[in-house]
């Protein structure tokens, strides 16, 4: 029987689970399906490779109580292993194998974690799809995240000195590296292509080093950015970075983007305008409500998109308010009573008391035998 080792073979390589078994044919030279294994041979090598590489479930992992025989074959019709990870009905994060085989799928082993967070999610997913790939054998690139797992890459130096922080600004690296044994521990360099390190600052104290490492970065971010010296144009604004003023071009899509805000604008101010010239609207358009400006803003954008930003008459504007009118709504207090003078100019009432009290004061001052009445009707016409 030909069979070959799962799991990783070297730094580079791995190899899936063969559950098929072969031998060589009668020919000496080709091979032929003989068989597969047996569940818990499968399982047992999938669990293995788990746990050589961490990522086992952290509550249990299980073969399916689906499986009367552990120690059967699968079936010589078995094509495909499937994994995938979900949340529990109740509680946990799960992850379900099975397998097809000729017109049905079987379960094949569970795994849970009790953790029911996004990043526990993630984590069982991928930790599914290495089942996938190991259960559906062949020969494959090890992935880069278990790669660094198992062979963290070694740290950058140079002169003696460990690189242990970087910041790349507008494609150039900057460095900071420290060497316990040198006068001065700490340096930063400007690096190319992660091996030429040049003009090194050096410091003896890890916050100096790190304040350098930063303003060195922002330095180059700086000279990135536009001249604050050019002429400021219709397609620029004006910004302070970091202290400094700049002009910054904008984009054709940030132009129109705000062209287009300007013209929305211009169209609401347009419907608001005629509300308050109309008869019908004269009286409530003082006191706009929230629901009631959604309702200006989706007939100004109607209006635009029919009509454009040119020069349109009143009444084509009309016809889109008339389409809308049963839309507009009152305060509860404009319903509720517009004989009332606070409620006709849509105040709240103590607001309206306040009002009325600093003009008479101003007007005509009140006696305190006026101020007594003065919640009886006063002669004021208010509904102007």
């Not at 097809?100 to 967070?117: C, I, P």
């Not at 003896?204 to 330095?219: C, P, T, V």
């Not at 008339?322 to 509860?332: I, L, T, Y």
Request: aromatic residues 10%.
């Amino acid at each position: 029987m030909e069979t070959k080792k799962s799991g990783i073979i070297d730094k580079e390589k791995m190899r899936g689970i063969d559950w098929q078994i072969y031998e060589k044919a009668d020919d000496g030279i080709h091979v032929k399906l003989v068989g597969t294994k047996t569940y818990q041979q499968i399982f047992d090598e999938l669990t293995e490779h788990l746990k050589e590489v961490g990522f086992v479930p952290d509550e249990y992992f299980d073969l399916s109580p689906y499986i009367n025989d552990s120690d059967a074959q699968i079936p010589l019709d078995t094509y495909s292993f499937h994994a995938n990870a979900d949340w529990g009905e109740s509680e946990g994060i799960y992850i379900d194998i099975w397998f097809s085989a000729g017109n049905k799928n079987v379960r094949f082993a569970t795994g849970k974690t009790l953790a029911e967070d996004i990043e526990t999610y993630v984590k069982m997913s991928r930790i599914a799809a290495e089942c996938q790939l190991m259960l559906n054998g062949g020969l494959m690139k090890i992935p880069e995240d278990i790669k660094n797992k198992l062979y963290p890459p070694e740290p950058r130096s140079n002169a003696g000195y460990t690189i242990v922080d970087s910041i790349t600004a507008n494609g150039r690296e900057y460095v900071l590296g420290i060497n316990e044994n040198a006068p001065d521990k700490y340096v930063t360099w400007l690096c190319a292509d992660e091996e030429y390190y040049t003009w090194g600052h050096y410091f003896s104290n890890a916050l100096q080093a790190q304040k350098d490492l930063l303003e060195r970065a922002l330095e180059t971010v700086n000279k990135a950015l536009p001249n604050k010296e050019a002429a400021t144009g219709a397609d620029c604004i004006t910004r302070f970075i970091n202290g400094e003023e700049h002009q910054i071009k904008l984009t054709e899509d940030e132009l129109n983007r705000i062209w287009d805000e300007g013209d929305m604008l211009s169209a609401v101010n347009d419907v608001i305008h005629r509300l308050s010239e109309r008869e019908d609207f004269a009286g409530d358009i003082k006191r706009i409500t929230a629901e009631n400006m959604d309702v200006i803003r989706e007939i100004a954008d109607k209006f635009r998109t029919d009509r454009g930003m040119g020069d349109s008459y009143w009444y084509e504007m009309d016809e889109y308010i008339d389409e809308r009118k049963n839309d507009f709504s009152k305060s509860a207090d404009n319903e509720a009573d517009t004989t009332n003078p606070h409620k006709k100019v849509g105040m709240p009432r103590e607001e309206f008391d306040e009002m009325k009290k600093t003009l008479d004061s101003i007007n005509s001052p009140l006696s305190e035998e006026d101020c007594d009445s003065e919640d009886e009707d006063d002669g004021m016409d208010w509904s102007g």
